[in-house]
């Protein structure tokens, strides 16, 4: 059953593969066997990137006080965001690889 029209029930199923952490290779494998479809991975790419709220693997972590007070203190210092990220690892074991996730943040507020 092979067809070039996407259900809603494909899409939703590869949103929450993507959810779960899968490459879209794996995805691929995984729908066309559910679905009986021969759809690359490119394509499957492709049509959940315009889904990209929905399947994106950044988890946005909502900040306590606790957080954003350290934050400041530790850029009142003068802190580098690479530091600032670094610090919160080790007080909060938060894994924040990626410092501008932090700085973004922190400006949005």
């Keep these: 059953m092979s067809n070039t029209g996407w259900s809603n029930e494909e899409i939703a199923y590869g ?3 993507r959810a779960e ?3 879209y290779k794996e995805i691929s494998k995984l729908i066309n ?3 009986g479809n021969n759809r690359s991975w490119m394509s499957i790419e492709g049509k959940l990137r315009k889904h990209r709220n929905e399947t994106s693997k950044t988890v946005y972590h909502k900040w306590t006080e606790e957080q954003e007070d350290f934050i400041r203190k530790c850029r009142q210092r003068q802190m580098s965001w690479k530091g ?3 610090k919160m690892n080790e007080q909060f074991g938060i894994n924040r690889k990626c410092q501008w996730r932090i700085q973004s943040r922190m400006r949005s507020n």
Excluded: D, E, S
């Design 21 to 23: 952490g899968k490459t």
């Design 15 to 17: 949103i929450i593969l």
């Design 33 to 35: 066997a559910k679905f």
């Design 84 to 86: 600032v990220a670094r």
